[in-house]
């Protein structure tokens, strides 16, 4: 009862959250946050994403 996610979505949402993981590694943040982000992302990987472009850590 998931959604599932397929085709180039599923290529796009890949690279879009291989990005933001690298992207969330180089922050100056936390490595507690830098974890959470990461799990988040992971463990959620459409939601994850939007709310890491949304609240994620910044620079």
């Keep these: ?3 599932e996610v397929g085709g180039f ?3 796009v949402l ?3 959250d291989v990005m933001a993981i690298v ?3 180089q922050s100056h943040a936390s490595t ?4 959470v982000w990461v799990v988040a ?3 959620l990987p459409l ?3 939007i709310l890491w ?3 994620g850590p910044k620079g």
């Design 1 to 3: 009862m998931g959604i």
């Design 9 to 11: 979505f599923g290529l």
């Design 14 to 16: 890949l690279v879009l």
């Design 23 to 25: 992207k969330t590694i």
């Design 32 to 35: 507690t946050a830098k974890v």
């Design 41 to 43: 992302i992971l463990l």
């Design 47 to 49: 939601l994850g994403l």
């Design 53 to 55: 472009f949304l609240f």
